[in-house]
């Protein structure tokens, strides 16, 4: 195959990569939350601490996967054997029911998976001839996995695990169905396991039909300390500073929104609920996903704005859209049995942000990592800026959020008011901070 052809298929491979990286990820963590305490019943602060240990992979992984991919191995190797490995954990906890083996059996996984998020990432810049005009056409294929399977299980919770509810129940008695039709659900997230773990392994097999994607053996400094001296410098040093505080916040997204949707989904009007339910599913999941679908408009722009705003302006927009998310959650609050329809609307508007959350913020500042560092240390570099994104920010936040919601518990029921208050205002303070630390810049797209 001739250089041209091979460059012709370069972003049809590249896509099918990303659509399977985050598919494996979608499958399960938007439901975690309902799992482990709907099913399992585990409390919220053992609950943050298995969300915790998803960030320790991403901690380490700037230290190990950053400097082996930089240094010793190809790229798409080291993905496959971390996915195939992968792919046998997250399958054996579809059977686990002790909090003590699946927080062990969590902290293996993200060991393994946590640093291929941020090196599928520096095996597309390394290979894309114009990275501003395809990386976002290369990306957004795994906000479209993450789509596909949170629909996928959201319509299989609908189909196979929610029973029908008797038409002549009112009051308290209807309540108490819907908290029944609940757990029934979350009892049936277990195929999400499975489901990832299938994918995982296919997604091992793939990646060793990627583009060779070689280390740089003769560089002899070690890529994480000279990837660690450049991030002292603006406007790298602002940006992972504040990305701290973000990350959290971004985590309490994927730590609660779930159960919160399912029990608005769950009390809204017959109609309305049910049309979305018909196209999404049910269990919290499925109707996230059009976080994911707006997520996929601002990537698909994002080549225009890229050029047309600079970096500050799109980050500043990303941080404004996690306060304004919040403030429409903590509005609604609501319990089982007891939202209406203009509180559903308020949530999938709240919901719809997150493509500016995301877009904005997290994939232009892995663009501006891209383009402050070297290149003979982007892999470390991304790594490191994963490492607070899905490191830091996932290891604090959910502690946070863990205690945040036994705070929020009043009599066993939660006050969302409050629960999303804090990340509310933690959005509102990141932001102002933002404002006046992050150096301005002249040039388009700095």
């Known amino acids: 195959m001739d250089n041209q052809t091979k460059s012709a298929f370069l972003l049809p491979r590249l896509s099918v990569m990303m659509f399977l990286q985050y598919a494996i990820w979608g499958a399960w963590l938007p439901l975690l939350w309902n799992y482990l305490s709907g099913h399992l019943g585990f409390e919220g602060a053992r609950i943050g601490e298995i969300f915790m240990v998803g960030g320790i ?3 380490l992984g700037p230290f190990i996967a950053g400097q082996l991919a930089d ?25 686990m029911d002790s909090y003590a083996l699946f927080l062990v059996f969590s902290l293996i996984y993200s060991l393994i998976y946590a640093p291929t998020l941020a090196l599928t990432n520096s095996l597309s810049f390394h290979h894309l001839p114009n990275r501003d005009r395809d990386f976002g056409k290369i990306r957004l294929w795994g906000t479209v996995g993450w789509i596909a399977v949170g629909i996928g299980i959201g319509q299989f919770l609908l189909h196979s695990y929610t029973p029908a509810i008797d038409p002549a129940l009112t009051g308290e008695a209807l309540a108490e169905a819907k908290t029944a039709v609940i757990a029934t659900q ?25 583009p060779a994607t070689p280390p740089n053996k003769t560089e002899k400094t070690n890529a994480t300390k000279k990837a ?97 998310r919040f403030f429409l959650f903590s509005t609604v609050g609501t319990v089982v049995g007891t939202s209406t329809d203009a509180q ?3 949530v999938i508007a709240g919901i719809l942000l997150h493509g500016l959350c995301f877009g904005c913020f997290i994939f232009v500042a892995f663009m501006v990592v891209d383009e402050e560092m070297t290149p003979d240390v982007k892999a470390s570099g991304q790594n490191l800026f994963n490492l607070v994104i ?8 959910s502690l946070i959020a863990g205690q945040v919601a036994g705070l929020a518990t009043v009599d066993g029921t939660m006050q969302y008011e409050q629960l999303f208050g804090w990340p509310m205002w933690g959005a509102v303070i990141c932001l102002v901070l933002f404002l006046f630390l992050y150096p301005n810049k002249t040039k388009t797209g700095a």
């Open 57 to 59: 992979g991403a901690i």
């Open 71 to 95: 240094r010793y191995i190809n790229t798409e190797k080291f993905l496959g054997i971390c996915h195939i490995l992968g792919g046998i954990l997250i399958w054996q906890l579809s059977w």
């Open 186 to 210: 979350n009892a049936g997230i277990v195929m999400a396991f499975k489901l990832s773990a299938v994918l995982g392994i296919v997604m091992g097999l793939y990646c060793f039909t990627l």
């Open 228 to 324: 660690i001296s450049e991030i002292r410098m603006q406007p790298l040093v602002t940006l992972f500073l504040l990305a701290v505080p973000v990350s959290c916040i971004h985590q309490f997204y994927f730590v609660h929104t779930a159960p919160f949707v399912q029990q608005v989904q769950a009390g809204a009007g017959d109609s309305l609920a049910a049309w979305f339910n018909s196209i999404f599913g049910v269990g919290g999941g499925g109707l996230m996903t059009l976080g994911q679908m707006s997520e996929i408009a601002v990537l698909a722009f994002m080549p225009i704005l890229a050029v047309k705003f600079s970096r500050k302006a799109l980050l500043s927009i990303g941080l404004a859209a996690y306060a304004i």
């Open 344 to 346: 559903l609307g308020m």
């Open 390 to 397: 899905i490191g830091i920010g996932i290891v604090v936040g």
